[in-house]
Protein backbone atom coordinates (compact mmCIF):
# COMPACT_ATOMS: atom_id res chain seq x y z
CA UNK A 1 0.00 0.00 0.00
CA UNK A 2 2.98 2.49 -0.51
CA UNK A 3 1.70 4.10 -3.82
CA UNK A 4 -1.25 5.38 -1.67
CA UNK A 5 0.57 7.84 0.49
CA UNK A 6 3.17 8.71 -2.81
CA UNK A 7 0.36 9.44 -5.32
CA UNK A 8 -1.68 11.55 -2.46
CA UNK A 9 1.14 13.55 -2.28
CA UNK A 10 1.42 13.46 -5.90
CA UNK A 11 -1.64 15.01 -6.63
CA UNK A 12 -1.52 17.38 -3.60
CA UNK A 13 1.17 19.03 -4.87
CA UNK A 14 0.20 19.70 -8.44
CA UNK A 15 -0.65 23.35 -9.00
CA UNK A 16 -3.84 22.90 -10.48
CA UNK A 17 -4.98 21.39 -7.41
CA UNK A 18 -3.71 24.03 -5.28
CA UNK A 19 -6.13 26.70 -7.69
CA UNK A 20 -9.31 25.00 -6.65
CA UNK A 21 -8.54 25.18 -3.30
CA UNK A 22 -7.18 29.08 -3.49
CA UNK A 23 -10.62 29.63 -5.44
CA UNK A 24 -13.22 27.67 -2.72
CA UNK A 25 -11.26 29.25 0.01
CA UNK A 26 -12.23 32.99 -1.50
CA UNK A 27 -15.84 31.98 -2.72
CA UNK A 28 -16.28 31.43 1.22
CA UNK A 29 -14.39 34.51 2.61
CA UNK A 30 -16.96 36.73 0.66
CA UNK A 31 -19.92 34.61 1.35
CA UNK A 32 -18.89 35.22 5.37
CA UNK A 33 -18.65 38.89 4.61
CA UNK A 34 -21.93 39.48 2.80
CA UNK A 35 -23.14 37.45 6.07
CA UNK A 36 -21.43 40.03 8.28
CA UNK A 37 -23.14 43.20 6.44
CA UNK A 38 -25.27 44.98 9.19
CA UNK A 39 -28.96 45.79 7.69
CA UNK A 40 -29.48 49.19 6.35
CA UNK A 41 -32.49 50.84 8.79
CA UNK A 42 -35.33 52.52 7.40
CA UNK A 43 -35.13 55.88 5.68
CA UNK A 44 -36.33 58.48 8.30
CA UNK A 45 -39.28 60.05 8.22
CA UNK A 46 -39.92 62.92 6.25
CA UNK A 47 -39.71 66.27 8.07
CA UNK A 48 -42.97 68.04 8.53
CA UNK A 49 -43.52 70.52 5.24
CA UNK A 50 -43.26 73.71 6.00
CA UNK A 51 -45.73 76.36 5.01
CA UNK A 52 -44.59 79.52 3.78
CA UNK A 53 -46.62 82.21 5.48
CA UNK A 54 -49.20 83.99 3.59
CA UNK A 55 -47.39 86.85 3.59
CA UNK A 56 -44.56 85.35 1.45
CA UNK A 57 -44.27 84.90 -2.06
CA UNK A 58 -42.76 82.05 -3.56
CA UNK A 59 -44.42 78.74 -5.36
CA UNK A 60 -46.48 76.66 -3.77
CA UNK A 61 -46.10 72.69 -4.84
CA UNK A 62 -48.65 70.43 -3.90
CA UNK A 63 -49.59 66.90 -4.89
CA UNK A 64 -53.17 66.93 -7.00
CA UNK A 65 -53.28 62.99 -5.96
CA UNK A 66 -53.24 64.47 -2.60
CA UNK A 67 -55.75 67.45 -2.59
CA UNK A 68 -59.47 66.30 -2.54
CA UNK A 69 -59.62 63.08 -4.56
CA UNK A 70 -63.14 62.93 -4.18
CA UNK A 71 -63.82 66.44 -5.67
CA UNK A 72 -65.92 64.64 -8.22
CA UNK A 73 -68.67 63.95 -5.78
CA UNK A 74 -69.36 67.08 -5.14
CA UNK A 75 -73.38 68.10 -6.99
CA UNK A 76 -71.89 70.93 -8.29
CA UNK A 77 -68.74 69.36 -9.94
CA UNK A 78 -69.73 69.73 -13.20
CA UNK A 79 -70.82 73.10 -13.06
CA UNK A 80 -67.42 74.36 -11.35
CA UNK A 81 -65.16 77.32 -13.25
CA UNK A 82 -61.66 76.77 -14.42
CA UNK A 83 -60.78 78.49 -11.14
CA UNK A 84 -62.95 76.69 -8.62
CA UNK A 85 -61.47 73.71 -10.38
CA UNK A 86 -57.77 74.70 -9.40
CA UNK A 87 -58.86 74.58 -6.21
CA UNK A 88 -59.42 71.11 -5.39
CA UNK A 89 -57.93 69.37 -8.29
CA UNK A 90 -54.66 71.51 -9.72
CA UNK A 91 -53.91 70.69 -12.99
CA UNK A 92 -57.74 69.51 -13.85
CA UNK A 93 -58.77 71.81 -17.10
CA UNK A 94 -61.73 70.29 -18.01
CA UNK A 95 -63.62 73.19 -17.26
CA UNK A 96 -61.37 75.28 -19.72
CA UNK A 97 -61.32 72.72 -22.41
CA UNK A 98 -65.22 72.40 -21.85
CA UNK A 99 -65.83 75.82 -22.59
CA UNK A 100 -63.46 75.65 -25.86
CA UNK A 101 -65.40 72.24 -27.07
CA UNK A 102 -68.88 74.68 -26.93
CA UNK A 103 -67.05 77.45 -29.15
CA UNK A 104 -67.41 80.06 -25.86
CA UNK A 105 -64.57 82.94 -26.73
CA UNK A 106 -61.99 83.89 -24.20
CA UNK A 107 -58.82 85.57 -24.10
CA UNK A 108 -55.67 85.46 -26.08
CA UNK A 109 -52.75 88.19 -26.81
CA UNK A 110 -52.54 87.09 -30.75
CA UNK A 111 -53.46 90.14 -32.87
CA UNK A 112 -55.93 88.51 -35.02
CA UNK A 113 -59.67 88.26 -34.94
CA UNK A 114 -61.19 85.24 -33.78
CA UNK A 115 -58.06 84.43 -31.74
CA UNK A 116 -60.15 83.94 -28.32
CA UNK A 117 -62.30 81.66 -30.15
CA UNK A 118 -60.03 77.84 -30.76
CA UNK A 119 -62.68 75.81 -31.69
CA UNK A 120 -66.45 77.47 -32.98
CA UNK A 121 -69.56 76.55 -32.03
CA UNK A 122 -72.07 74.64 -33.42
CA UNK A 123 -73.75 74.50 -36.74
CA UNK A 124 -75.50 72.03 -39.64
CA UNK A 125 -74.26 72.92 -42.99
CA UNK A 126 -75.90 71.75 -45.95
CA UNK A 127 -74.73 68.09 -46.10
CA UNK A 128 -73.44 67.82 -42.77
CA UNK A 129 -74.19 66.51 -39.49
CA UNK A 130 -74.54 68.79 -36.25
CA UNK A 131 -71.06 69.62 -34.98
CA UNK A 132 -68.43 72.51 -35.17
CA UNK A 133 -68.22 74.50 -37.62
CA UNK A 134 -65.04 73.44 -38.61
CA UNK A 135 -65.85 69.64 -38.54
CA UNK A 136 -69.44 70.66 -40.56
CA UNK A 137 -67.15 72.41 -43.11
CA UNK A 138 -65.06 69.05 -43.53
CA UNK A 139 -68.21 67.16 -43.96
CA UNK A 140 -69.17 68.81 -46.87
CA UNK A 141 -66.04 69.62 -48.59
CA UNK A 142 -64.94 65.50 -48.25
CA UNK A 143 -68.31 64.36 -48.33
CA UNK A 144 -69.69 65.70 -50.93
CA UNK A 145 -67.74 68.45 -52.96
CA UNK A 146 -64.93 66.06 -53.70
CA UNK A 147 -66.56 62.88 -54.22
CA UNK A 148 -69.95 64.16 -56.40
CA UNK A 149 -67.71 67.06 -58.11
CA UNK A 150 -64.90 64.55 -59.38
CA UNK A 151 -67.49 62.84 -60.46
CA UNK A 152 -69.37 65.29 -62.17
CA UNK A 153 -66.96 66.44 -64.53
CA UNK A 154 -65.41 62.75 -65.11
CA UNK A 155 -69.17 62.19 -66.43
CA UNK A 156 -69.32 65.49 -68.80
CA UNK A 157 -65.93 64.54 -69.88
CA UNK A 158 -66.96 60.40 -70.84
CA UNK A 159 -70.34 61.79 -72.19
CA UNK A 160 -68.40 64.50 -74.27
CA UNK A 161 -65.93 61.75 -75.61
CA UNK A 162 -68.56 58.97 -76.76
CA UNK A 163 -71.13 61.74 -77.97
CA UNK A 164 -67.60 62.72 -80.53
CA UNK A 165 -66.58 59.64 -81.02
CA UNK A 166 -70.63 58.46 -82.34
CA UNK A 167 -71.53 62.32 -84.12
CA UNK A 168 -68.27 63.28 -84.76
CA UNK A 169 -68.22 67.61 -85.56
CA UNK A 170 -71.43 68.81 -87.35
CA UNK A 171 -70.06 69.78 -90.83
CA UNK A 172 -71.59 72.06 -92.90
CA UNK A 173 -73.70 71.11 -95.37
CA UNK A 174 -73.65 73.91 -98.14
CA UNK A 175 -70.55 74.76 -99.93
CA UNK A 176 -68.97 78.18 -98.71
CA UNK A 177 -69.27 81.54 -100.77
CA UNK A 178 -66.50 83.57 -100.37
CA UNK A 179 -68.42 86.09 -98.70
CA UNK A 180 -67.65 86.24 -94.97
CA UNK A 181 -69.64 88.13 -92.24
CA UNK A 182 -68.70 89.90 -89.36
CA UNK A 183 -69.64 87.34 -86.21
CA UNK A 184 -67.38 89.05 -83.36
CA UNK A 185 -65.45 92.27 -83.23
CA UNK A 186 -62.12 92.54 -82.02
CA UNK A 187 -62.99 93.77 -78.49
CA UNK A 188 -65.94 91.08 -78.42
CA UNK A 189 -62.98 88.47 -79.36
CA UNK A 190 -60.23 89.88 -76.87
CA UNK A 191 -62.80 89.84 -73.95
CA UNK A 192 -63.74 86.55 -74.69
CA UNK A 193 -60.06 84.83 -75.22
CA UNK A 194 -58.85 86.96 -72.00
CA UNK A 195 -61.66 85.39 -69.89
CA UNK A 196 -61.20 81.90 -71.62
CA UNK A 197 -57.66 81.72 -70.89
CA UNK A 198 -57.92 82.88 -67.31
CA UNK A 199 -60.43 80.81 -66.72
CA UNK A 200 -58.67 77.75 -67.90
CA UNK A 201 -56.37 78.52 -66.17
CA UNK A 202 -58.25 78.51 -62.84
CA UNK A 203 -59.81 75.62 -63.74
CA UNK A 204 -56.27 73.70 -64.07
CA UNK A 205 -54.88 74.82 -61.06
CA UNK A 206 -58.54 74.21 -59.01
CA UNK A 207 -58.77 70.69 -60.27
CA UNK A 208 -55.20 69.67 -59.05
CA UNK A 209 -55.79 71.69 -55.87
CA UNK A 210 -59.26 69.66 -55.23
CA UNK A 211 -58.63 66.69 -56.86
CA UNK A 212 -54.57 66.03 -57.68
CA UNK A 213 -53.75 64.15 -54.40
CA UNK A 214 -55.75 61.31 -56.31
CA UNK A 215 -54.16 61.09 -59.50
CA UNK A 216 -51.48 63.31 -59.60
CA UNK A 217 -49.27 62.62 -55.96
CA UNK A 218 -49.50 58.86 -56.65
CA UNK A 219 -47.31 59.45 -59.72
CA UNK A 220 -45.29 62.67 -58.59
CA UNK A 221 -44.42 61.90 -55.27
CA UNK A 222 -45.31 64.04 -52.19
CA UNK A 223 -42.46 66.11 -52.57
CA UNK A 224 -43.02 67.37 -56.54
CA UNK A 225 -46.64 67.32 -55.94
CA UNK A 226 -46.13 70.23 -53.25
CA UNK A 227 -44.67 72.37 -55.30
CA UNK A 228 -46.98 71.69 -58.07
CA UNK A 229 -49.82 72.92 -55.54
CA UNK A 230 -47.67 75.16 -53.97
CA UNK A 231 -47.25 77.28 -57.48
CA UNK A 232 -50.75 76.64 -59.02
CA UNK A 233 -52.31 78.19 -55.91
CA UNK A 234 -50.29 81.03 -55.86
CA UNK A 235 -51.06 81.40 -59.59
CA UNK A 236 -55.05 80.69 -58.99
CA UNK A 237 -55.18 83.49 -56.65
CA UNK A 238 -53.53 86.01 -58.90
CA UNK A 239 -55.28 85.10 -62.11
CA UNK A 240 -58.82 85.32 -59.97
CA UNK A 241 -59.38 89.17 -60.31
CA UNK A 242 -57.63 89.26 -63.95
CA UNK A 243 -60.86 86.25 -64.62
CA UNK A 244 -63.50 88.67 -62.63
CA UNK A 245 -62.71 91.71 -64.77
CA UNK A 246 -62.71 90.35 -68.27
CA UNK A 247 -65.83 88.45 -66.69
CA UNK A 248 -67.76 91.90 -66.21
CA UNK A 249 -66.22 92.82 -69.39
CA UNK A 250 -68.05 89.80 -71.42
CA UNK A 251 -71.39 90.35 -69.73
CA UNK A 252 -71.62 93.38 -70.54
CA UNK A 253 -70.47 93.44 -74.36
CA UNK A 254 -72.58 89.84 -75.04
CA UNK A 255 -75.95 90.44 -72.72
CA UNK A 256 -77.79 92.45 -75.32
CA UNK A 257 -77.75 89.59 -78.14
CA UNK A 258 -78.43 86.69 -75.19
CA UNK A 259 -82.19 87.80 -74.16
CA UNK A 260 -84.58 85.45 -74.75
CA UNK A 261 -86.97 85.75 -77.60
CA UNK A 262 -90.31 83.69 -78.28
CA UNK A 263 -88.47 81.32 -80.90
CA UNK A 264 -85.69 80.18 -78.37
CA UNK A 265 -88.73 78.26 -77.11
CA UNK A 266 -88.18 75.98 -80.02
CA UNK A 267 -84.99 75.73 -80.32
CA UNK A 268 -85.27 74.07 -76.90
CA UNK A 269 -88.34 71.88 -77.50
CA UNK A 270 -86.32 70.28 -80.20
CA UNK A 271 -83.28 70.05 -78.64
CA UNK A 272 -81.50 72.47 -81.36
CA UNK A 273 -81.88 69.73 -83.80
CA UNK A 274 -78.58 68.43 -82.67
CA UNK A 275 -79.92 64.89 -83.40
CA UNK A 276 -81.93 65.87 -86.77
CA UNK A 277 -81.30 66.57 -89.99
CA UNK A 278 -81.70 70.13 -89.75
CA UNK A 279 -80.53 72.92 -87.30
CA UNK A 280 -83.69 75.22 -85.81
CA UNK A 281 -82.95 78.46 -86.72
CA UNK A 282 -82.07 80.84 -84.31
CA UNK A 283 -81.07 84.37 -83.63
CA UNK A 284 -77.32 85.72 -83.23
CA UNK A 285 -76.74 82.95 -80.10
CA UNK A 286 -79.70 79.91 -80.12
CA UNK A 287 -81.20 78.65 -77.04
CA UNK A 288 -78.58 76.38 -75.98
CA UNK A 289 -75.83 79.50 -75.87
CA UNK A 290 -78.25 81.83 -74.26
CA UNK A 291 -78.67 79.07 -71.18
CA UNK A 292 -74.89 78.59 -70.57
CA UNK A 293 -74.87 82.70 -71.09
CA UNK A 294 -77.04 83.20 -67.89
CA UNK A 295 -76.21 79.62 -65.83
CA UNK A 296 -72.68 79.47 -66.53
CA UNK A 297 -71.10 82.71 -67.28
CA UNK A 298 -73.57 85.49 -65.22
CA UNK A 299 -74.82 83.25 -62.54
CA UNK A 300 -72.28 80.49 -61.74
CA UNK A 301 -69.53 82.95 -62.88
CA UNK A 302 -70.99 85.78 -60.36
CA UNK A 303 -71.08 83.27 -57.86
CA UNK A 304 -67.30 81.82 -58.31
CA UNK A 305 -65.53 85.68 -58.80
CA UNK A 306 -67.42 86.84 -55.44
CA UNK A 307 -66.52 83.79 -53.15
CA UNK A 308 -63.17 83.71 -54.70
CA UNK A 309 -62.84 87.73 -54.27
CA UNK A 310 -63.86 87.48 -50.86
CA UNK A 311 -61.48 84.22 -50.37
CA UNK A 312 -58.50 86.50 -51.40
CA UNK A 313 -59.07 88.63 -49.09
CA UNK A 314 -59.28 91.89 -51.10
CA UNK A 315 -62.85 92.87 -50.49
CA UNK A 316 -62.72 96.21 -47.81
CA UNK A 317 -64.43 96.45 -44.32
CA UNK A 318 -65.51 93.09 -44.59
CA UNK A 319 -65.01 89.97 -41.22
CA UNK A 320 -62.75 87.37 -42.28
CA UNK A 321 -64.09 85.05 -39.99
CA UNK A 322 -63.10 81.37 -40.23
CA UNK A 323 -67.20 81.01 -40.48
CA UNK A 324 -67.83 83.45 -43.72
CA UNK A 325 -64.42 81.71 -45.52
CA UNK A 326 -66.22 78.25 -44.75
CA UNK A 327 -69.66 79.49 -46.34
CA UNK A 328 -67.52 81.29 -48.98
CA UNK A 329 -65.54 78.16 -49.80
CA UNK A 330 -68.61 76.24 -50.65
CA UNK A 331 -69.98 78.50 -52.54
CA UNK A 332 -66.79 78.91 -54.35
CA UNK A 333 -66.36 74.99 -54.83
CA UNK A 334 -70.25 74.38 -55.51
CA UNK A 335 -70.42 77.03 -58.35
CA UNK A 336 -66.84 76.26 -60.17
CA UNK A 337 -67.57 72.79 -60.78
CA UNK A 338 -70.84 73.17 -62.01
CA UNK A 339 -69.40 76.30 -64.35
CA UNK A 340 -66.27 73.84 -65.53
CA UNK A 341 -69.14 71.09 -66.68
CA UNK A 342 -70.87 73.99 -68.35
CA UNK A 343 -68.21 75.68 -70.01
CA UNK A 344 -66.79 71.61 -70.93
CA UNK A 345 -69.60 71.49 -73.43
CA UNK A 346 -69.01 74.94 -74.50
CA UNK A 347 -65.40 74.25 -75.29
CA UNK A 348 -66.39 71.56 -77.10
CA UNK A 349 -68.71 73.24 -79.74
CA UNK A 350 -66.08 75.59 -80.38
CA UNK A 351 -63.37 73.43 -80.82
CA UNK A 352 -64.28 69.81 -81.98
CA UNK A 353 -67.94 69.74 -82.40
CA UNK A 354 -68.73 72.49 -85.21
CA UNK A 355 -66.88 73.20 -88.28
CA UNK A 356 -65.78 76.59 -88.19
CA UNK A 357 -66.99 77.36 -84.79
CA UNK A 358 -63.51 78.15 -83.91
CA UNK A 359 -62.53 80.45 -86.71
CA UNK A 360 -65.39 82.36 -85.98
CA UNK A 361 -63.33 83.35 -82.53
CA UNK A 362 -60.11 83.25 -84.01
CA UNK A 363 -60.47 85.83 -86.90
CA UNK A 364 -64.34 87.26 -86.28
CA UNK A 365 -65.84 85.95 -89.12
CA UNK A 366 -68.02 83.35 -90.47
CA UNK A 367 -68.63 82.58 -94.27
CA UNK A 368 -72.19 83.35 -95.23
CA UNK A 369 -73.38 79.77 -96.17
CA UNK A 370 -72.13 79.16 -91.98
CA UNK A 371 -74.17 81.73 -90.45
CA UNK A 372 -77.08 80.82 -93.01
CA UNK A 373 -77.17 77.24 -91.57
CA UNK A 374 -76.18 77.96 -88.02
CA UNK A 375 -78.21 81.03 -87.46
CA UNK A 376 -80.72 81.84 -89.69
CA UNK A 377 -82.65 84.18 -88.42
CA UNK A 378 -79.12 86.30 -87.50
CA UNK A 379 -78.41 85.70 -90.90
CA UNK A 380 -81.81 86.81 -92.15
CA UNK A 381 -81.92 90.42 -90.00
CA UNK A 382 -78.70 91.13 -92.08
CA UNK A 383 -79.68 90.57 -95.46
CA UNK A 384 -82.55 92.56 -94.55
CA UNK A 385 -80.23 95.20 -93.04
CA UNK A 386 -81.53 95.12 -89.66
CA UNK A 387 -78.14 94.53 -88.41
CA UNK A 388 -75.18 95.21 -90.18
CA UNK A 389 -72.82 92.42 -91.38
CA UNK A 390 -69.78 94.66 -91.13
CA UNK A 391 -69.36 96.79 -87.69
CA UNK A 392 -65.84 97.31 -87.32
CA UNK A 393 -64.02 99.83 -89.61
CA UNK A 394 -61.72 97.97 -91.44
CA UNK A 395 -63.60 95.03 -93.40
CA UNK A 396 -61.98 91.73 -95.10
CA UNK A 397 -62.15 91.17 -98.84
CA UNK A 398 -65.54 89.79 -99.50
CA UNK A 399 -67.32 90.81 -96.68
CA UNK A 400 -71.20 90.80 -97.26
CA UNK A 401 -72.97 93.98 -97.71
CA UNK A 402 -76.01 95.12 -95.93
CA UNK A 403 -79.14 94.63 -97.84
CA UNK A 404 -82.17 96.96 -96.83
CA UNK A 405 -85.53 95.69 -96.94
CA UNK A 406 -87.44 95.94 -100.09
CA UNK A 407 -90.66 97.52 -99.61
Not at 125 to 133: D, E, K, V
Not at 227 to 255: C, D, M, Q, R, Y
Amino acid sequence: MQWFPNSMIARLAAPHTWAVALLALSSNWASAQALKLEPVPDDPAPPAAVVAPAESGGIRSANIFEIAPDASTDPNYASQTNAERKQVQPGNNAPMWRDVGKGVTGYSSLPYLESGNLIQGFVQYPGSRLTNAGEAWRQVRNDWLIPYGGSLLIIVAVAIGLFYMGKGSIPLHGKETGRVIERFTYVERAAHWVNAIAFVVLAISGIVMAFGKFFLLPVLGATLFGWLAFALKNVHNFVGPLFAVSLVVVIVTFARDNLPSKEDLTWLLKGGGLFGGHEVPSHRFNAGEKVLFWSGVFLFGLLVVGSGVFLDKIVPAVEYTRANMQVAHMIHGTASVLMMALFMGHIYMGTLGMDGAYKAMKTGYVDETWAKEHHELWYNDIKAGKIPAQRSANSPAGAVASQPVKA
